[in-house]
């Protein structure tokens, strides 16, 4: 299964590397936007005082109730409004808002005692400062399971590359290998089956060692915010 699938990589029109490449960037900047866009805002909602607080929390709450599929039309007219189709940034730009991550790490920041924010402000520190040198090491755990959570929306989102992008060379691995098994399985069934296994195994590899590296840290928010796996 593995050499067939490697067969059909090596027979593409467009290097097996440009997808993965596209991946990988894809990845690594949707990682570390929305865990810096997360953490911020969590850090508003936890420790600042402003009007309409607890209304934005409370719509960031209904939004974990929707699946990705429900969304589906109005993000395309929204995509198609912001001339967002067909360039690089599709992958990314959609992908940065995480209502489960603003909860889980809004929740950690709640653990935080007020006073330690306002002894910071009344020696002078910035908000900057209190975010970069308290908040971030005392979350850590949250931090790392929204990782995980970004790293696994973007690495394995195939719809992207086939609901937005018409130009080959702009889409993904994800997308990449489900277009090797879906030609297959026309063909053969069983054959289409093997291969298309293989190329779950790949795409699953690195959710699994990124997941074994960071498993204590993942507990940790999962006990922290009641939610028992």
Not at 7 to 17: D, G, K, L, N, Y
Not at 45 to 61: E, G, M, V, W, Y
Not at 112 to 118: A, G, K, L, Q, S
Request: charged residues 10%; hydrophobic residues 55%; aromatic residues 10%.
């Amino acid at each position: 299964n593995f050499a067939d699938l490697f067969s059909r990589m090596s027979a593409s029109s467009i290097p097996v590397s440009r997808y993965l490449f596209n991946s990988i960037v894809v990845t690594v900047v949707t990682v570390v936007t929305s865990v810096v866009i997360s953490s911020t805002a969590a850090y508003a909602l936890s420790k600042k005082r402003f009007k309409l607080k607890q209304t934005l929390f409370a719509i960031n709450t209904v939004a974990l109730m929707f699946v990705p599929i429900a969304v589906t039309i109005p993000r395309f007219l929204i995509i198609e409004r912001l001339h967002l189709m067909d360039t690089f940034w599709v992958h990314i730009l959609p992908m940065l808002a995480m209502p489960v991550g603003l909860f889980l790490i809004k929740q950690f920041i709640d653990g935080i005692p007020d006073e330690v924010v306002e002894a910071a402000q009344i020696d002078g520190a910035s908000d900057l400062w209190i975010y970069w040198q308290i908040i971030l090491p005392m979350i850590r755990p949250a931090i790392a399971t929204i990782a995980i959570l970004s790293f696994q929306a973007a690495w394995n989102n195939a719809d992207t590359s086939s609901l937005y992008i018409t130009n080959e060379s702009l889409k993904t691995f994800a997308f990449y290998l489900t277009t090797l098994t879906s030609t297959s399985a026309g063909a053969n069934v069983v054959a289409g089956q093997g291969i298309a296994a293989a190329a779950s195994l790949i795409m699953f590899l690195p959710n699994l060692i990124i997941f074994i590296f960071m498993q204590s840290q993942v507990m940790s928010t999962m006990s922290h915010s009641g939610l028992k796996g």
